[in-house]
């Protein structure tokens, strides 16, 4: 008898797809923190032949997660046909005003359960034949929806991570499929909560969000019909994306080809969002910049105070400002730069540099208020998947995703009152996966579905969020430390050789002050691109991202990798 592991198995589309499984034969394992308030019984199954075995875990712990696989694969003598990443919640409403706690429970959740899910599995599922890992995302994980900005960001990186593993466990010979479904008639509605005052500066995103919701409902698809699709896919149905539903098929086939600021129009109209305010170039004022102590945040900071700007430099150990010093005395321009400490994955260090930028408003009026943000502090971790460790997981998390959403929430209630600009340097990862880079692939792809998300949010202030998409570049990321992984490892010969290419790239990648000029000229462009990438595989990738099959594009990359 075939097995599979399904998650979030009490309700919805996880309840309706461990049934129609187990009716197929199957024998499912079903993970979920409330298994014992299932509604299924044995009679449901009569004369199927399969089965639906509940178990209570928390998807979110990892050694829980572990536990319950390796009961699992106890139960069923090592082997391990499929799982079904389908766990998730929704937090909606307000970016700004949406606790940090429910931000980090919502990626836990929605993010970390598909992964702690996985790494448990991996063992199992590469010595099963023609085994599957099917990751259930959303219509949001293809295109922003407005009032959704941390949940797209969950679903954005979740379709990140799993193109990437896609790649890399092709040769083990796992299918990755993602499947996406439009809305769908579950309790996800009701557990998950609209946050924001009704009265405050986001009013119209939260009432324009709840009469969205009340339209979804009414057209939402039956958990079953979704079900459908997903038995489907287990049971052996190719490629990687599988929408579901009509407003996802659209989402899909508009994916990389309609342009990010047209799809933004468009959508806004259909949910009927407050306008955008063109935001003002702002001559005067600060541009904050995280991290400067090398690399993009380095040239950026110099780059912006040879146009003129006032910049604060932020890096986390100042004991690393040696090199910024330098390159700005040289520049001639240390007058124009003040180097201060922040931390993007410590709140307080955080609300430090916010009491020092406040300090300069009330010393020099407007001329010491904020009116840009890059994020730009990021680190590095590559690698198998199976083969990288949890903390160094968690750590690209924290600080390329958390940390952008941190200082940014931050930053809003400074910019709102005059508007700004927010330019996000994510990555060419952010456009499409590779092997060995998953969990920085998950950081980038999260922070791009936040983003374009939140300019529905930030427009009607005078805010636009921008992303800059830099392809490889010789700059300090690119540390021993930052890789996982051994050669003598299954993943062995695609290790060896992500090594070898993704030294090539970065050494042909030119000159990273290249990146630093198309920041600045996002803050001194009248109408900026909503997206631009910077490097020729930035270019490539960005090119082939929505209009290449997957499958083409697999054939590329493992002719690369051997």
């Avoid at 009509?246 to 949910?271: D, E, K, M, N, Y």
């Amino acid at each position: 008898m075939r097995t599979a592991i399904v998650t979030g198995s009490s309700s919805g589309i996880g309840e309706a797809l461990s049934l129609d499984l187990a009716r197929w034969g199957w024998r499912v394992f079903g993970f979920d923190l409330t298994a014992g308030d299932s509604p299924m019984t044995s009679s449901d199954l009569a004369g199927f032949g399969g089965s639906v075995e509940p178990m209570v875990v928390d998807v979110t712990s990892h050694a829980a997660v572990e536990a319950a696989v390796a009961s699992v694969l106890a139960a069923t003598g090592g082997t391990l046909d499929a799982v079904v990443a389908n766990a998730g919640i929704r937090e909606a409403g307000a970016f700004e005003e949406t606790p940090a706690v429910d931000l980090k429970r919502l990626f836990d959740v929605n993010l970390g359960g598909a992964m702690h899910l996985t790494r448990a599995a991996l063992p199992a599922l590469r010595s099963t034949p023609d085994s599957r890992i099917v990751i259930v995302s959303s219509a949001g994980g293809l295109s922003a929806l407005p009032g959704l900005a941390a949940y797209c960001g969950s679903k954005w990186a979740l379709e990140g991570w799993a193109e990437s593993l896609a790649h890399e466990l092709f040769p083990q010979g796992v299918d990755v499929s993602v499947v996406e479904p439009a809305s769908v008639q579950t309790g996800l509605w009701d557990a998950g909560t609209i946050h924001g005052d009704p009265d405050g500066p986001y009013a119209s995103v939260i009432q324009a969000l709840e009469d969205g919701d009340d339209r979804a409902w009414a057209r939402a698809l039956d958990p079953h019909s979704v079900s459908a699709t997903m038995v489907a896919v287990v049971e052996g149905r190719r490629g990687l994306r599988h929408p579901v539903g009509l407003s996802a098929r659209a989402r899909f086939l508009a994916r990389g080809v309609v342009p990010a600021g047209l799809q933004r129009r468009i959508i806004g109209r259909l949910t009927h969002q407050d306008p955008p305010v063109r935001s003002p170039r702002n001559p005067d004022g600060v541009i904050m910049v995280t991290g400067c102590s090398s690399g993009f945040g380095l040239y950026t900071a110099v780059e912006l105070a040879r146009r003129g700007r006032r910049v604060a430099a932020t890096m986390r150990d100042l004991s690393r400002r040696g090199p910024l010093d330098a390159a700005l005395a040289e520049a001639g321009v240390a007058d124009r730069v003040e180097v201060l400490r922040l931390d993007v994955t410590d709140q307080a260090s955080i609300d430090e540099a916010m009491a020092v930028a406040d300090s300069w408003v009330r010393l020099a009026g407007d001329v010491g208020r904020l009116v840009g943000l890059v994020n730009n502090a990021g680190v590095l971790a590559v690698g198998p998947f199976e083969e990288m460790s949890s903390d160094a997981v968690d750590r690209v998390l924290d600080t390329n995703l958390h940390g952008t959403f941190a200082v940014t929430r931050a930053v809003l209630p400074r910019l709102r009152g005059h508007g700004g600009r927010i330019v996000c340097v994510t990555s060419s990862s952010g456009l499409g996966g590779l092997p060995t880079w998953s969990a920085y692939a998950a950081s980038k792809w999260g922070v791009e579905g936040w983003a374009e998300s939140l300019a529905f949010e930030v427009g009607p202030h005078g805010i636009d969020v921008f992303l800059v998409e830099p392809g490889a570049f010789p700059t300090g990321i690119w540390r021993d430390e930052a890789r996982h992984g051994s050669s003598d490892g299954p993943y062995g010969p695609m290790v060896d050789a992500m090594v070898v290419a993704d030294r090539r790239a970065a050494e042909s990648g030119g000159d990273p002050v290249v990146v630093a000029r198309v920041v600045a000229r996002a803050f001194d462009a009248r109408m900026p691109l909503t997206r631009r990438p910077v490097g020729r595989g930035a270019w490539l990738r960005w090119a082939a991202r929505g209009i290449v099959p997957f499958g083409v594009q697999r054939r590329a990359v493992a002719r690369i990798v051997g």
